[in-house]
């Protein structure tokens, strides 16, 4: 009795045959510099730094003139009548 192999076709299979395509330029490797990338990091560090210092916190806003102008003619609608007063006599 004559064996069959089950998977035929991975034992046979066909050629591929193409067109390979050269690359249009070579990978030119790029060489970097350890004290070029320490100043590097130190400048972006130091540009950090600064922002940090200059950023204000939510809690230090200044605070708006609407409210100084509220709480001024508050402070004048409260005290017209004393004013009132001193200016009668």
């Known amino acids: 009795m004559e064996s069959v192999s089950v998977n035929q076709h991975m034992k046979n299979t066909g050629f591929n045959v193409g067109v390979v395509v050269p690359p249009d330029k070579f990978y030119k490797p790029v060489l970097y510099s350890d004290a070029k ?3 590097d990091f130190q400048m972006i560090n130091k540009d ?3 922002g940090k210092k ?3 916190k939510l ?3 200044k605070t708006p003139t609407s409210v100084f102008v509220f709480l001024g003619l508050a402070s004048l609608a409260i005290a017209f009548p004393f004013l009132k007063k001193l200016i009668k006599k």
Do not use: G, H, Q
Request: glycine share 0%; charged share 50%.
């Open 37 to 39: 990338a320490t100043r």
């Open 59 to 61: 809690n230090e806003k």
């Open 54 to 56: 200059k950023a204000k």
């Open 48 to 50: 950090i730094y600064e």
